[in-house]
Nanobody, 129 residues
Framework: EVQLVESGGGLVQTGGSLRLSCAVS????????IAWFRQAPGKKREGVSC????????NYANSVKDRFTISSDAAKTTVYLRMNSLKPEDTAVYYC??????????????????????WGEGTQVTVSS
């Protein structure tokens, strides 16, 4: 059974930082892409960042580039999203997702939604002004 469990969300002031975690089980990291998406109230779900387990490459949407960093632990069981210099417009529910397709990260880097194979339940991030 594939499971993705997000944690680390919360309330932070503008300019603050958070680190989200996505615990992944039931998939082989080497064959999957793990991506973070977010959905703000009244808006569509959008791609934020992607980690390609096949080669370790990473991608970011322009809106978060140079502020967010995606990484994996050495055991390849958890994917992190370090978020710095947070802005009120970063407020959203953040979702972790996994897919075995090979074009995932090329879609996510444009901030687009992709219908991933597996999704977590999401974690709320709220940035106060």
């Amino acid at each position: 059974e594939v499971q993705l469990v997000e944690s680390g969300g919360g309330l932070v002031q503008t300019g603050g930082s958070l680190r989200l975690s996505c615990a992944v089980s039931g998939v082989n990291f080497d064959d999957y892409s793990i991506a973070w998406f977010r959905q703000a109230p009244g808006k569509k779900r959008e791609g934020v960042s992607c980690y390609d387990g096949r080669d370790g490459s990473t991608n970011y949407a322009n809106s978060v580039k140079d502020r967010f960093t995606i990484s994996s632990d050495a055991a390849k069981t958890t994917v992190y999203l370090r978020m710095n210099s947070l802005k009120p417009e970063d407020t959203a529910v953040y979702y972790c997702a996994a897919d075995s397709g090979q074009r995932i990260c090329s879609v996510v880097k444009h901030g687009l939604y992709y219908n991933m194979d597996y999704w977590g339940e999401g974690t709320q991030v709220t940035v106060s002004s």
